[in-house]
């Protein structure tokens, strides 16, 4: 293939993503769900004009450690702080309870497979895909509502972060076990100590950026040294520990996320991750998306892991939302918060496919959840919180003298 024929590649790919990106924001869904469409139908599954190459495949790997930098940079260790123990534990049980679900949900299609055993570590690989939650459309639906700031709203934003962490940690096991031969020990070691170098780096180089960025403040130089800092993470996190490079950008974020510029950092990050690397990992998903293999099965696999996927975070978040003496109507309102999906749920997946953990024609399932969680979630509060508006009881007109 000519090395200009990328050129023609990347002008698909970069106009169909915000066409069908736009298209999607303009019915209500993610612009993510548009940008999936746009590569289900330039690439092979219906029109065929671009393919998967290994160029594609590496500077999608460069949009999903933007993607988790951003995501890390975006954190409030404050706020998080503040909601403490009661968000702990409903991310916890919102992490739990999909996990053992998927798991489950999987051995129920494909057989129950021996502790330790490839197939036992897919199974709980989609486990893993259902704990990641996604609360952009939340938040989109409690602004309009004025619900944002509530105790309801505080609690789910705290609680969809430490959900994310917690995912990202489980990930972390799971590849790390993926090799049947792998020594689990050591897996547990290695994870252990790069969370402690994450710790220690994280600490010296918190107090060099806020130096750094004290002398420099909002110079370019600033989000240049946070990306290659980012980059530097993901690399000694695969390659010294054998962790996700994802976990390494993530943690990267967090480090620099209360830095009096990370807002700005952000902000660059996000100008490189929305121009070319966001469109060109989101729409490689759609290039990826295996419909050929599609049958029955899978088409029931699919309807089965939607209605799990739902139902099990907002049981196990709504639950311990109940547990921790939230009203009938709060802890429903919780759960149903919590229960969207969205680009953290395909960077799990992707990460899957790149390790061998699942096949391309699970996408399907994965891109179908993240299109119905979005559409229900903004549907399913409103009727909520109108119920629970006018279960209020009114308040006593005060007479005039």
Known sequence: MEAYTIFKD?????????????????????????????????????????????????????????????????????????????????????????????????????????????????AVFIGTILTATSVSITVECLKEMGKLKSQVGTTILSAAIIDDVIGIVVLTFVVGFKNPDANQMKVVINTLLFFVFAIVIGFIMYHIFRAFDERYTHRRRVPIAGFAFCLAMAYVAEKYFGIADITGAYVAGIILCSVKDADYIEEKMDINSYMMFGPIFFVGIGLKTNIDHINAEILMFTAAFVVVGLISKVIGCGLMAKICRFQNNDALKIGVGMMTRGEVALIVAQKGLSVGLVSSEFFTSVIMLIIVSSILTPVLLKILYAKSDKQEPLQPEVQSA
């Open 10 to 122: 990347l002008a698909i790919i970069i106009i169909a993503a915000k066409f069908f990106g736009i298209v999607a924001r303009k019915c209500k869904a993610p612009q993510v769900v548009g940008e999936i469409i746009a590569g289900l139908i330039i690439g092979p599954c219906i029109f065929g004009w671009v393919v998967q190459t290994d160029f594609l495949t590496e500077m999608a790997e460069i949009g999903v450690i933007l993607l988790m930098f951003s995501a890390g940079l975006e954190t409030d260790l404050k706020d998080l702080m503040k909601t403490g123990p009661i968000a702990l534990l409903i991310a916890c049980c919102g992490v739990f309870v999909p996990l053992i679900s998927g798991a489950v949900l999987y051995m129920a299609f494909y057989g129950v497979s021996p502790w330790g055993s490839e197939s036992f570590y897919k």
